[in-house]
């Protein structure tokens, strides 16, 4: 299965942009890329996914490097609020159709005042 | 989307019992699944959770341990059989469509201490 690795940590102040990399060298040509966060252990939040392009929704952007062997998820206007751990997924599709998802260790991002 | 409902949200048992969580989700979906958080870490995919079938244990669990039963699409459970304070973690039911473009859903989760 595809595996990711994540910085364990980061911090970034209040207001700027947060940038959480994402390494997933082993990825398929047909395996998503997924970003959930997680905070205080209540159930993981989605945040978004991608394939291969660029994506941007009303929480962060995607940046997906041309060989998808890693990825970057964009906070752009972090706020307190933000302060949680994120998890890099890699949707794995096996032969017979079956999925699941391949949670790495996740970065724990602190936003600072 | 879909809202996950996870019962109990919480409980203390003692070691060598037992203990079914059961998981409800609002609208019929095609994949369901469990996971375990253990304090501090990731979350390990336990099995999927198969309607009709046995579900499809990851490396690591069996059904001894972890029997899981799924009767319809909306519905499964998850029984953490013989405890042992190594159980004590976070259980999570987690749902996904069959398109590899949709998001997948996650209750809030069972959280478990063996004494």
């Known amino acids: 299965d595809a595996k990711t690795t994540q910085p364990t940590s980061m911090d970034c102040a209040e207001g700027r942009a947060a940038n959480l990399p994402c390494n997933h060298s082993?990825?398929?040509?047909?395996?998503?890329v997924y970003w959930y966060r997680q905070i205080h252990s209540q159930g993981p939040q989605y945040i978004i996914h991608g394939l291969k392009n660029n994506e941007t929704n009303e929480m962060a952007s995607l940046i997906i490097t041309e060989d998808r062997k890693s990825s970057t998820l964009i906070l752009p206007h972090a706020t307190l609020r933000d302060t949680a751990v994120y998890y890099c997924i890699v949707r794995v599709v096996r032969v017979q159709g079956a999925q699941k998802l391949v949670f790495g260790q996740g970065t724990r991002l602190t936003i600072n005042p | 989307s879909a809202v996950i409902s996870q019962k109990p949200s919480r409980d203390i048992c003692q070691r060598g019992t037992s203990l079914t969580i059961q998981c409800q989700v609002d609208?019929?979906?095609?994949?369901m699944f469990w996971y375990r958080q253990q304090p501090g870490q990731s979350l390990t995919l336990i099995a999927t959770a198969n309607q009709g079938s046995e579900a499809t244990y990851e490396s690591g669990f069996v059904i001894d341990k972890f029997p899981i039963s799924r009767p319809n699409l909306t519905f499964s459970t998850l029984t953490v059989s013989n405890m042992s304070p190594e159980d004590s973690s976070i259980y999570l039911c987690s749902v996904m469509g069959v398109s590899v473009n949709t998001e997948a859903f996650f209750g809030q989760g069972t959280r478990l201490t063996v004494v």
């Open positions: 082993t990825i398929s040509g047909n395996e998503y």
């Open positions: 609208s019929q979906v095609t994949m």
